[in-house]
Each structure stands twice: as C-alpha cells, then as structure tokens.
C-alpha cells in the first residue's frame, strides 16, 4: 500500500509535468495544487490527475505555458484568455489580479475563459482571506446536472466557494456544488461496486435510481434540494452559469463543445468596510456560537466548512498520503514513458 | 369573499401608512411593494403585513420618515444606516445607491443596518437587471435555523437573490432561502392546521417533526439539504450571515436584540465586460434550452425563476387580488382606529 508525504508526491508530479512539456513554475504549481487535495481529503482532485492532464497536453487541450492574456480589463474588473494553459495556472493569475484590484478599488471581478479544469475552488478564494479579504468563486464545467422538473442535462455541478477571513485555527471556506452531489461521489460508488441512496440521480428516462451506472448511461445529477426542493439548487446552478459560463465568455454547460472551467473570481476588501480586527472578531465569535450549540440526536460534532479538510490535512501531513496501488502503477508507467526514473 | 384590484390595495395601504405619520412617498412605495407581493403570489409578503408594521410604527420599531444616512463611502461601496426608516425605503435607496455606483464603476456593493424587514429581495434584484446589471442582494434576519448537525436555531433563513438581465417576458430572478424552507410556509401550514413533510423542522430536542407547531414550539428549521446534505444549505447560510450580519455591520442572527434585515446589495455593469445585447441573448438562449429540454415522468413544466411569479401577477392585475375576510376586517379595523373611513 504505497504511502507518500506530500513533498514525495509534489515532487514526482513536477518532473512528471515538466518532462511533458511544461514550465517548472507552472508544473509545480499545478502539482502543489493537485496534492493540497490529497492533503485535505479531496483525493479525487489529487495526484490522480496528474495522469489526465498528461494525456489531455499530449491531444493539445492543455497547452503549459500558453500565454494568458487580458482582453478587457477597467480598474476594478477583467476578462482573461487562460489560451488553455493549465486550468490551476490561469486560475492563480485570475485570483491574484482580483485581489490587486479589490486592493484598490474595494472589489475586484475576474472571469477566466479559455480555461481547464481548476481543480478545488477553495484553493483560490482562500488566497483572498488569507490577504484579510473575501474571496468568493463560481464555476460551471460540462453538462451533468438536469433542471428542476427536467430529465435532460443541461447545467453543470456549478460550485460555489465562499472563503472570508478570522481568527479561527482553520481556513473558513464554503465550497459546494448546487447539485445534490458533486459527480466525483457518484464515480466513486461506481468503482467501488455499491449503490448510492436515491435522490442523487435519475436515470435516461428521468427515473429515480440508486445504481451509480445509470448516470454513465445518459442519467443525470439532480439540483440541490431534490425531489421537493430541487427549484433551489437549480435557480442557484442557473445563476453560477451565467455569471461562469456567459459574463466570462466560456460558454454555457449545455453547449456541445463545451470543456474546462468557466470561473468568475470576486474579492471584497473587508478594509473598505470596518476594521479587518474587528470583522474577523465577530466572523470567529459567530462560528464559536454555532461550534459550541448543542447536537442534535446522532450528531457527534457541528462541523464549520473548512474545518474537516484542515483536520485531515494536518493527519496527513503527519501520516502521508495513501495512493491507491492501481493508481501508483499508472503514474510510475507514465513517468518510465515520459523517462524519469527517479519516483518514489 | 373580499377581492381588490392592486390600485385599491395601495390606496388602501398608502392612506393607512400617511395616517399612521408616514411621509406619503413613503406610505406609497411600501403599500406598492406589499401589493406586488400579493400579485406575484407571495401573500405572506403582502398586504397582510400592513398591520404589523402600524403596529411596529406605534412601538417605534419602524420609524417613517427617518433620515438615512452613508456612513462610509468610497467609489465602489457605501454603508447605509437606515436609522430604521421601512425596510422597503432603505433598500430601495441602497439599491438605487449600488446601480449608481456600478454605472460609474463596473462594481457597486452597498450595505445596510438599522433596517427593518424589506419584503422579496427579489423586488431590489429587479432594479438593477432594469438597469441591464446583474443585481445580488442576500439578507439576514432573526434566527430560526439549526445549523447542519445542530438542533439549536443560530441562523436565519438567509436567501440568495440573483436578477439577471434578459429579453425574455418575465423577469430572471432567483430567490430562495438557505433553509430547507421558508419559515412562512410552516406558517401557512400551521394555520391551517395541516402536517408539514418530514424535513422541514426539527422539535426542541431535534427530532424530526412533522407537526408545524413543533418550530414555534423551540424548534428549528433545518438548512437546505436537509438530514443528508444539509451542509449545503448551512455552508451558504453562513455565506449570507456574515455578509448581510457581519459586513454591514447590522448584527447576527444568533445575536439576542436582533432585529429587522442586514442586507448586502450589488450590482455588476454587464456592459463592462460584453456588450449587454450579447449577453441577454445568451441569457435568453440558456433559458430556451432549459425550458425546450425534455420533462421527467410526473413534470408537466419545467418552470424558469421568476416565471411563476410573472404568470400569477398577470392573472391577479386581471382578476384582482383575494384577501382573506379577516385580514380585511383586521385592516378596516386599523383604517377605522386610524380615522380613515374611505377605504373600499
């Protein structure tokens, strides 16, 4: 059972993405990223990937680096061509412009398009809380989740991230996708042979199902909310669509040539409204009232967002980092093919 | 069975709030607003609350006429003090401050405080995608929701408004709350002395309860997701708290001397980053998908945000708004007491 710490894995992900081609800032960069998920328990954003952007720079889809350009740009906003370098690459640069704007100017919007996959959002909106400013980032992707009454996919997972600074121990960041569930759960019930409870997805036909294949077979996610609440997730889907897929020009998730990221990136400068001290005392006092509220029955522990992932992160820190055996044997063979001998 | 036009319901509410010491421009933009209420479908909204706030008048919770002031300002943001004027005037004049801001500078984020309860975001939103922006406003008010794995209430329900604009018939605009429900709707049920479906609330020890007495009774409701994923719906919970109870400095939910609505409000200029007849008709292409894609077994629709309401407010302009017998002898009572004889 390989076990690795993280540097390990950072390491082999940087030669393996610098020998296919990749500047040795970017190819770090992006390793970094992808094993931060690992670290924080988010495996299927990890090291994993590393064998899907090979492949997807070999078919030319991740072109490393491709030069970002801004195509339109005022003082507090801006548009940028990622010209699909590394969804992690464009995603970073889109973040720290926001943040230098919102600097300035209070708030700043950055809408990458030409962009692949980023990854975990809360990567890039905990840059801005970690400057003592809100981050907040949506994205849409290609087409998994039906709309509410619909059988048909039309959106997709459309995750929303919130990230705000305080003086808590943790980074407290809000990271969901308007579908009941992100696609990645389903993907794993599937590779492990189980069922998934219904309510998750529906079939070709628009049926419940609890059989994880039947959305391989032209199913469908459902919004958030579900049976009976479902108009929620899919009104909020629908607004991350069009603030990720229209206002940045990435285009929308039904389209059929859709792929990447469309990313819409705000930064709110908390200075431009009261004291960082001050917001941050009350962001912490607010999340001890809920921490310390009483359970209910059945409940151990209120969980805060962002707070499961830095307690795995500092386990694995400590423990390493568990890469399935199949998965490890992908990565050594792509390493031999790409001639670097020297991985773990 | 007592049926109006919405003229005779503003007049009605416009004499009862001049009466009751409001500014008539004031008295006259709240009865509008309560009437759209009642036409679009939300009579919870509606005309009913004309009694509670003459009562809020006369305990000086709601106070007409009162000067609202910019404490902090800069290019892209202001901070409101409502002074506790109506919700509905502070908002609007927020929201007319944040289209003016967006208009000079791509952004405008305005916050407001000391505000009582506005009515459906939904209304402000409007104003901006009017204006071709996009229009945010999420609001915060008493607590009444436990958060995921909690049985205490700590949030309140928390909605999310998105408009967009559009060239399709009715308005695009998003407006749900961050509970599993509005707290209104175990209200009406309770009132009617029908059971609510499991999920909704838990009782005061936080089991799940189908009995609408049971919130009123200690209990809670539950966030959006309920048992399963409710950590959705408390994740974007807390997003809103901080930013309509911490930002604008108006005070948390949980917090005991809670009252009114905090609200945070922003516009975004689409001109800034495509041209707006561009982007409302890739809005209006994303909507014809939706609305064309094919319905689930049991779906006769697949209903756009905003749309029913649009449908139910042409059919009531038409056919007139029903009131219920006691809310109209309660409101003739109040007119009467307050010395107005010529209401319908």
Not at 159 to 182: G, H, R, W
Not at 297 to 320: A, D, H, Q, S, V
Not at 326 to 344: N, Q, V
């Given at each position: ?60 889809f ?54 692949n ?24 992707s290609t ?108 285009g ?5 040539d859709k792929r990447g990221n ?83």
């Amino acid at each position: 059972m390989p076990i690795f710490h993280a540097n390990q894995l950072i390491n082999t992900g940087t030669k393996i993405f610098s020998a296919a081609g990749a500047p040795l800032e970017e190819a770090r960069l992006v390793s970094e990223l992808l094993v931060k998920s690992n670290l924080v328990g988010h495996d299927s954003h990890g090291i994993i990937r590393v064998i899907q952007y090979v492949g997807e720079i070999e078919k030319g889809f991740i072109k490393p680096g491709a030069r970002i350009q801004v195509i339109k740009e005022n003082s507090s906003t801006a548009i940028l061509n990622g010209d699909w370098n590394f969804g992690q690459v464009v995603a970073k640069r889109s973040m720290e412009l926001a943040i230098e704007k919102a600097k300035k100017n209070a708030i700043g919007i950055v809408c990458a398009f030409n962009c692949n996959h980023i990854g975990r959002l809360a990567d890039y909106a905990i840059m801005a809380s970690e400057n003592n400013m809100i981050g907040i980032v949506v994205a849409n992707s290609t087409k998994f989740v039906a709309p509410f009454g619909g059988k048909e996919r039309v959106l997709s997972t459309g995750p929303i991230c919130f990230a705000f600074p305080s003086n808590l121990e943790f980074p407290f960041v809000i990271d969901v996708a308007t579908s009941v569930v992100a696609e990645g759960k389903v993907r794993v019930a599937l590779h492990k042979g189980e069922k998934i409870p219904y309510g998750w997805i529906i079939d070709k036909d628009g049926n419940p199902s609890d059989n994880p294949k039947d959305l391989y077979d032209g199913g469908a996610l459902l919004p958030l909310g579900g049976d009976e609440h479902g108009h929620k997730g899919f009104g909020l889907g629908l607004a991350v669509e069009v603030l990720s897929g229209i206002l940045t020009g990435a285009g929308c998730a039904y389209e059929e040539d859709k792929r990447g990221n469309g990313v819409f990136f705000e930064v709110i400068d908390v200075e431009k409204f009261m004291s960082i001290e001050e917001f941050k005392k009350k962001v912490s006092d607010l999340i001890k009232v809920i921490k310390n509220s009483k359970l209910r029955p059945g409940f151990k522990e209120i969980l805060i967002p962002g707070e499961l992932e830095y307690l795995t992160e500092r386990k694995r820190l400590k423990e390493g980092i568990y890469v399935p055996e199949k998965t490890w044997e992908e990565i050594k063979s792509l390493a031999k093919k790409l001639g670097i001998d020297e991985i773990p």
